[in-house]
């Protein structure tokens, strides 16, 4: 079977979880252990049916920067490419319980690309919630996205929930963006930030999510965000913090004391590495062959007991 | 001021394919391009190299994510001509009010002109890319 993310299941003993595969003549048997019961899933056919997570245990999906509405040279095919991660999301090893956004939904901000976006992902079957990119508000301050996709409640598009016993805040960084700047939350947003986060007790675990990265990535590039530094003074004091970012279209790690950034892959085009002399921040074209191995999407697991999750990146194709 | 990545030219392409491209499929910050796994090899030579942007009289060539040039001065009563050839959309927005100049966005190949009936210095940015700016000085 195709080695993905599933062949390592995540966590490994950290999650103390066993992995056995059993290949009998009929198929095979995932054996998972969860809680300390072991479970077997059934391999059957192409997709591996996902199962639900082990009591207490709490998995949900991470997708970015879909792009709906790009046709240029580096992918001809972006709804296709989402379609395939959606496919991606249905196989992975443990059922999410609802996936993320993490921004630039479309490529231009244009209604039907809103409009097919909102289709695709219906087929995820997931209740998605989903966080702006720059190329979602290129018009009217962000009304069309934030029409079929904001929060219910708020008033700058940023919002937070609770979900699996994790706090969510969900930050709009690609407003009023300022002249040779880069990401920017502003006092209002900041403002809101603290005071929601203010009654939590430390030992929950915060999950970030924000379009832009939000630590200085490149400068050069545009990449970061002004006043990032204010909303992480009010992460610090949280046991496990994790930022999921986007924009970049690749996976870079950083870790600050008890908070993990961690920006993810795009469903539809590659880009180089921020910073790169010579390159350009915009779409990179890479052989045909090739480009599915730089797209994919991402699990999250929090495991009853262990307040770092682990994160699990999976590519279109291996 | 934004400083962009220099145009270096075809003497690059081994520095590009050296350093460029992906950092796969995890990185820490701070780890130098070269060190990464998985590191791609673009000599398809699809990914751009910096183009010197012959811009017409009057025009601005909107490309690796610069405004060409990103100084341009002209008379009272010119019009002013910004074309996309850029592989992602950006605007041409005035970075103080009034907002003059406010473009849509322009994907590529598109452009937007703008008269400008009054002698000044107009100052803009790409409201997408904010680090991308230029002004026009008009006499």
């Known amino acids: ?318 | 001021m934004s400083k962009f990545p220099c145009a270096i030219g075809g003497a690059s392409l081994a520095l590009w394919t050296a350093a460029a491209l992906l950092l796969w499929p995890l990185a820490d910050a701070g780890r130098p391009a070269a060190a990464m796994d998985h590191a791609m090899m673009g000599h398809d030579a699809s990914a751009p190299t910096a183009k010197t942007a012959a811009a017409a009289a009057n025009e601005v060539v909107i490309d690796d994510f610069r405004f060409g040039p990103a100084a341009l001065t002209v008379a009272v009563g010119t019009k002013v001509t910004w074309v996309n050839d850029d592989s992602d959309p950006h605007t041409v927005t005035s970075e103080a009010d009034p907002k003059l100049l406010k473009s849509p966005p322009l994907d590529t190949g598109e452009s937007f002109a703008f008269t400008f009936d009054k002698p000044g210095t107009y100052r803009y940015f790409c409201s997408i890319h904010p680090h991308m700016q230029g002004v026009v000085i008009v006499q």
């Open chain 1, 1 to 318: 079977m195709r080695k993905t993310s599933g062949a390592e299941l995540p966590g490994g003993s950290r999650r103390g979880l066993l992995k056995c595969m059993l290949l009998g003549a009929a198929g095979g048997v995932l054996w998972t252990v969860g809680g300390g019961v072991p479970r077997a899933i059934e391999l059957g056919g192409e997709a591996l049916a996902a199962t639900p997570p082990a009591p207490g245990d709490f998995s949900f999906a991470q997708i970015s920067d879909t792009h709906i509405g790009f046709h240029g040279a580096a992918n001809p095919d972006a709804n296709g490419t989402l379609q395939q991660a959606l496919t991606r999301i249905a196989q992975l090893p443990v059922r999410p319980a609802m996936m993320v956004h993490t921004g630039d939904v479309s490529h231009l901000s244009k209604p039907e690309e809103f409009d097919t976006a909102q289709q695709l992902l219906k087929g995820a079957g997931l209740d998605i919630h989903f966080i702006p990119g720059e190329h979602d508000t290129l018009v009217d301050d962000g009304k069309p996205f934030f029409e079929r996709f904001g929060a219910k409640s708020g008033t700058g598009g940023w919002y937070s929930f609770d979900q699996g016993g994790v706090h969510f805040v969900a930050l709009v960084n690609v407003l009023n963006l300022r002249p040779g700047g880069l990401g920017y939350l502003g006092p209002e947003q900041l403002a809101w930030m603290r005071s929601d986060l203010k009654e939590r007790s430390a030992s929950t675990p915060i999950v970030v999510l924000a379009h832009m990265p939000l630590w200085s990535v490149s400068p050069d590039w545009g990449c970061g965000t002004d006043d990032a530094a204010e909303a992480v003074s009010y992460l610090n004091r949280f046991g496990s913090v994790t930022v999921l970012n986007g924009h970049i279209h690749q996976v870079i790690q950083k870790v600050e004391g008890g908070v993990t950034f961690r920006t993810a892959m795009s469903t539809a085009f590659p880009q180089a590495a921020p910073g790169t002399p010579g390159a350009s921040p915009g779409p990179l074209k890479v052989p045909t062959e090739r480009l599915r191995t730089l797209l994919g999407v991402r699990q999250i697991d929090f495991v009853v007991d262990k307040p770092a999750p682990v994160i699990n990146d999976t590519r279109l194709e291996s």
